[in-house]
């Protein structure tokens, strides 16, 4: 990729290196911009997780879980993963050490990373780097995905590895 960006520069005749210093230049205020925004969603982050909410969700929602036969311990993971990338590879790690990659849970964490994004990740950034305040119908549609690739999952693993 890099010979051939510098292929065509050459052929083109434009100074790659002038361009490429340019493009650095305004990354640097792009960031200066978005830093406010991921110092929020990172603040955010922590009080979910440090605040006991998760504990709490987790209690509420074990009887369901136990009747539809899914392990409870991986609630956290399709909780935290729209939020956090990091928190939910933690999470998925932690599954792993303790029941093991190829156990179900291990299958089923890890179709459910697979099937989701960090949604909350995704519209801060996304939204945030280009001033849009008012997100609309944009984080309901993107949560909803990620319910629909947890469903998914769940059916997926349920029928292929049980």
Same mark, same amino acid.
Do not use: H, W
């Given at each position: 990729?890099?010979?051939?960006?510098? @292929?065509?520069?050459? @052929?083109?005749?434009?100074?790659?290196?002038?361009?490429?210093?340019?493009?650095? /230049?305004? #990354?640097?205020?792009?960031?200066?911009?978005? +830093?406010?925004? +991921?110092? %929020?969603?990172?603040?955010?982050?922590?009080?979910?997780?440090?605040? *006991?909410?998760?504990?709490?969700?987790?209690?509420?929602?074990?009887?369901?879980?136990?009747?539809? /036969?899914?392990?409870?311990?991986?609630?956290? @993971?399709?909780?935290?993963?729209?939020?956090? *990338?990091?928190? #939910?590879? $933690?999470?998925?790690?932690?599954?792993?050490?303790? /029941? *093991?990659?190829?156990?179900?849970?291990?299958?089923?964490?890890?179709?459910?990373?697979?099937? !989701?994004?960090? !949604?909350?990740?995704?519209?801060?950034?996304?939204?945030?780097?280009?001033?849009?305040? /008012?997100?609309?119908?944009?984080?309901? %549609? #993107?949560? +909803?995905?990620?319910?629909? *690739?947890?469903? $998914?999952?769940?059916?997926?693993?349920?029928?292929?590895?049980?």
């Amino acid at each position: 990729m890099v010979v051939f960006i510098v @292929l065509y520069g050459y @052929l083109k005749k434009i100074d790659i290196y002038d361009t490429f210093i340019e493009g650095v /230049k305004e #990354s640097f205020s792009m960031i200066f911009n978005l +830093f406010p925004t +991921f110092i %929020a969603m990172i603040l955010a982050i922590n009080i979910f997780i440090n605040s *006991g909410v998760l504990d709490f969700i987790l209690n509420f929602f074990k009887p369901l879980f136990a009747l539809i /036969k899914v392990p409870v311990e991986v609630l956290p @993971l399709a909780l935290v993963r729209p939020i956090s *990338g990091s928190a #939910s590879l $933690a999470y998925l790690n932690n599954i792993f050490e303790t /029941k *093991g990659p190829d156990s179900f849970i291990g299958l089923l964490g890890s179709v459910i990373q697979g099937c !989701t994004d960090t !949604t909350f990740y995704v519209v801060s950034l996304y939204f945030g780097s280009i001033g849009i305040k /008012k997100i609309r119908y944009s984080l309901f %549609a #993107s949560l +909803f995905a990620d319910l629909v *690739g947890i469903i $998914a999952s769940i059916v997926v693993v349920n029928l292929f590895f049980n």
